[in-house]
């Protein structure tokens, strides 16, 4: 069965900080990988997609994310980190045979100002 | 072109009681899915629907759950006697189709059980 797995259940951070927030996942065949936000009280919003190509994503906001095939990685990074960044970050994969996603338990992220 | 709309955003809903969740895809959206987010944990797959069609069934519930999307109206997600454990955010998310597209989320609905 295809899991999503974020690392860091809650991360707190200094504005200005550098960011990077672990997903791995173990589905092997063909992924599509995403990021999304969600501000406190607020919808899902995507930050960023991969389908193909560059493996190196930039998404909304600053925000970056690195698809590394070999490590089933899709870590998400953002130099400095801002107070207006703190919410919960959900990595989600997207499993193109079976239509449907599998999202990892989320991190939540406190930036102190 | 509106989001996905999911109302009620509050449901408050004593234990035994019916619960129904109603979501309007974006226009052009003929793909639905359903997520449920308990307290302190992440998104879980529910169900995926097309128009009149369950797709994808096997994030629900075997008892007391129900989804539909009929070919007019909003997609339906009907929990009937709940209990305190079904106290959840549950989102839903709308597509165009199912290949290399993201999902649209509402804002989703807060169902409290007392």
């Known amino acids: 069965a295809q899991s999503v797995s974020q690392h860091n259940h809650h991360v707190i951070l200094s504005e200005a900080a550098s960011l990077e927030l672990g997903c791995n996942y173990s589905?092997?065949?063909?992924?599509?990988l995403f990021w999304y936000v969600q501000y406190p009280g607020q919808h899902l919003q995507l930050l960023l997609k991969?389908?193909?190509?560059?493996?190196l994503v930039k998404g909304i906001k600053g925000f970056e994310a690195e698809f590394i095939k070999s490590k089933f990685s899709f870590n998400l990074r953002k130099p400095s980190v801002q107070w207006s960044d703190t919410a919960e970050y959900f990595c989600a994969v997207y499993n193109t045979n079976a239509g449907k996603s599998t999202f990892g338990d989320g991190t939540t992220l406190t930036v102190k100002p | 072109n509106a989001g996905v709309m999911q109302n009620p955003r509050h449901l408050v809903r004593r234990r035994g009681q019916e619960a129904r969740l109603r979501c309007s895809p974006m226009k052009g959206h003929s793909h639905v899915y359903w997520y449920r987010q308990l307290p302190e944990e992440g998104l879980k797959f529910m169900v995926y629907l097309q128009k009149e069609n369950i797709i994808d069934e096997s994030g629900m519930p075997k008892e007391r759950f129900s989804a539909e999307f009929p070919k007019e109206g909003p997609s339906i997600l009907r929990i009937q006697q709940v209990v305190r454990g079904d106290s959840a955010a549950y989102f839903c998310?709308?597509?165009?189709?199912?290949?290399?597209?993201?999902?649209?989320f509402g804002q989703g609905t807060r169902l409290t059980v007392v």
């Open positions: 991969y389908f193909s190509g560059d493996p």
């Open positions: 998310a709308s597509s165009p189709d199912r290949v290399n597209t993201e999902a649209f």
């Open positions: 589905y092997g065949g063909t992924v599509n």
